[in-house]
């Protein structure tokens, strides 16, 4: 596609429910960020993949959140036993050559309401 | 490791007038540094970045900004404000660690008044 495809654009879930959010990059861009932008506040970063392999998931939370990107393309992000402080809104971004000069293409996101 | 620091949460400015948006960041390495924009219920765009090249780096809809190295400063400028730019603005740092970690300041909100 043009642009950055972030799937699903919003969900709805219960306290302890599993989630996956899904994130098709620009084609051929070698870099896939995650961030997490609750109200108010900028975006937060959890992980970033070059290629196939997680370069830096220092920014995920905790080991209910995970991220794989098998095929060096498309990328899902997974939380296990969602809680409330869960809910924001989750961007994914990809980039051409994942060096640090490279420009960010944002999705329009995946709003995660846990209940 | 970097960071970055937006030094005013909310900035109201009028329509014509010159408007100022404070950034200051930390980096262990040459960083490149960003600014993004995001518009109500839009995705995030790039307004402009420096990576090494000049120091007065300009961007879209008249924007500018100059990296300042002995102030770790990359202020974000623009001579004339419209109300289209009324809108959430994040500084960025972006540094070669071997990661690319990208981290984003907390966003200036601009209002711009008619």
């Known amino acids: 596609g043009a642009g950055v495809s972030q799937t699903p654009s919003n969900k709805v879930t219960e306290k302890g429910k599993y989630v996956e959010l899904r994130c098709d990059p620009i084609?051929?861009?070698?870099?896939l960020y995650w961030y997490r932008q609750s109200l108010g506040q900028g975006p937060e970063f959890l992980i970033y993949?070059?290629?196939?392999?997680?370069?830096?998931d220092s920014g995920l939370p905790n080991d209910r959140f995970f991220a794989v990107r098998p095929e060096g393309s498309v990328s899902t992000l997974k939380i296990q036993r969602t809680e409330r402080g869960d809910s924001a809104v989750y961007l994914c971004?990809?980039?051409?050559?994942?060096?640090?000069?490279?420009?960010?293409?944002f999705g329009e996101g995946s709003r995660l309401t846990v209940l | 490791a970097q960071s970055v620091t937006q030094l005013d949460s909310h900035v109201s400015v009028s329509e014509g007038t010159p408007v100022l948006l404070r950034c200051n960041y930390s980096?262990?390495?040459?960083?490149?540094l960003f600014w993004y924009v995001q518009h109500p219920n839009k995705g995030l765009q790039l307004l402009l970045k420096?990576?090494?090249?000049?120091?007065l780096v300009k961007g879209i809809n008249g924007f500018e900004a100059e990296f300042k190295k002995s102030e770790t400063s990359f202020h974000l400028t623009k001579p004339s404000a419209h109300m289209s730019d009324a809108a959430e603005y994040f500084c960025?740092?972006?540094?070669?660690?071997?990661?690319?970690?990208?981290?984003f300041g907390a966003g200036t909100r601009l209002f711009v008044k008619a």
């Open positions: 993949f070059q290629g196939t392999g997680a370069a830096d």
């Open positions: 084609s051929g861009h070698t870099a």
């Open positions: 971004a990809s980039s051409l050559t994942g060096t640090n000069t490279g420009e960010l293409f």
């Open positions: 420096y990576t090494s090249a000049a120091t």
């Open positions: 960025v740092v972006s540094e070669g660690t071997g990661g690319f970690k990208t981290i």
């Open positions: 980096s262990s390495y040459s960083p490149s």
